[in-house]
Nanobody, 117 residues
Framework: QVQLAETGGGLVQPGGSLRLSCVAS????????MGWYRQAPGKQREVVAV???????NYGDSVKGRFTISRDNAKNTVYLQMNSLKPEDTAIYYC???????????WGKGTLVNVSS
C-alpha cells in the first residue's frame, strides 16, 4: 500500500500563487508516475499535470504556462507550483501515484484550492 499526503491548498486571490506538495509513503517502489488531478463542483476529474520518474512531464491544456510540476525522487514527493491563478482553477486537487505498466494506482484525499477575491 502507498499513502499520499497532500498539503498546500487554501484561499488565494486571482493572480496569486500556491504551491502544493504530495508525499508518498509506504510500499513505494519501482517505476511510477506521480501527478495532480482536480475536480471542480459539478465537473469531472481532469488531469492537471503528471511527471514520470525520469521527469517527463505532461500538462493539461488549461494550466500550461501557469503551473509547474516537479518531483524529488529521493523524497518520494511531487510538487505543483501554481501561478497566475484564476477563479476557474478552484477545485479539489488530488495527488496520484501510478506504477508504470500495472493497474496499481493510488489517490490522496485531496486539498481544496479556492481562487476568489
Amino acid at each position: 500500500q502507498v499513502q499520499l499526503a497532500e498539503t498546500g491548498g487554501g484561499l488565494v486571490q486571482p493572480g496569486g500563487s500556491l504551491r502544493l506538495s504530495c508525499v508518498a509513503s509506504g510500499n513505494t517502489f519501482g517505476n511510477y508516475v506521480m501527478g495532480w488531478y482536480r475536480q471542480a463542483p459539478g465537473k469531472q476529474r481532469e488531469v492537471v499535470a503528471v511527471i514520470s520518474s525520469g521527469h517527463f512531464i505532461n500538462y493539461g491544456d488549461s494550466v500550461k504556462g501557469r503551473f509547474t510540476i516537479s518531483r524529488d525522487n529521493a523524497k518520494n514527493t511531487v510538487y505543483l507550483q501554481m501561478n497566475s491563478l484564476k477563479p476557474e482553477d478552484t477545485a479539489i486537487y488530488y495527488c496520484n501515484y501510478a506504477v508504470v505498466d500495472t493497474d496499481i494506482n493510488y489517490w490522496g484525499k485531496g486539498t481544496l484550492v479556492n481562487v476568489s477575491s
